[in-house]
């Protein structure tokens, strides 16, 4: 079963795709990271060589292209499940689960914001309106998720729990 993490900026994809992964015994992809090792540059530099659009193809020729083990755990992009036919690719090849914050939850965990192009220039309250016009704007892809669930605190027991339900 291929398990497809999906969720905005922030949310715990990544880590949570590692704990879940670990859990299950079975190998985790960050596609985030593919597209880094297989185009050699940052997700910054990408931006700025290809723009937005480049960016949203190559991403999701990577989601559609990648050779995924037969078991396994995929952290996705944050944008990904909201652009071409992502979502609903995701959904046929296997489980996808909506890691579920609000805003304000998003915000407080969104350090690190210069290695994230979309977000890099904005303060705590410039971000928190963003946040709040993108979850508006993506949820009605996101929520198209078999799984939904409210992320912040989340334990991977918890996941592994509905998963099985
Ligand atoms: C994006 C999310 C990022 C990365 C890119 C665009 C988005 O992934 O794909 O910066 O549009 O939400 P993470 O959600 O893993 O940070």
New binding site residues.
């Given amino acids: 079963m291929i398990i497809f993490l999906i969720?905005?900026?922030?949310?715990g994809?990544?880590t949570k795709a590692k704990q879940l992964a670990h859990r299950l015994d079975c190998p985790v992809v960050?596609?985030?990271s593919e597209?880094v090792n297989k185009s050699g540059k940052t997700?910054?530099e990408f931006?700025d060589a290809f723009g937005?659009n480049g960016?949203r193809n190559y991403?999701s020729e990577m989601l559609k292209t990648y050779n995924y083990p037969e078991n396994c755990v995929v952290?996705?992009?944050?944008?990904?499940p909201?652009f071409f036919d992502n979502m609903e690719w995701m959904n046929e090849k296997g489980v996808t689960i909506y890691l579920q914050m609000d805003a304000p939850q998003l915000v407080s965990r969104l350090h690190n914001r210069q290695?994230?192009?979309?977000?890099k220039d904005l303060d705590d309250e410039q971000l928190l309106e963003f946040i709040r016009v993108?979850l508006e704007e993506?949820n009605p892809f996101y929520t198209k998720a078999k799984i939904i669930i409210n992320a912040f605190d989340l334990d991977v027991e918890k996941l592994v729990e509905v998963l099985k339900a």
Avoid: V, W
Avoid at 7 to 11: A, P, Q, S, T
Avoid at 75 to 80: E, Q, R, S
């Fill in positions: 969720g905005y900026m922030g949310c994809k990544s960050d596609l985030d597209i997700i910054a931006f937005e960016f991403e952290a996705t992009g944050g944008g990904l909201c290695k994230r192009p979309l977000i993108k993506r």
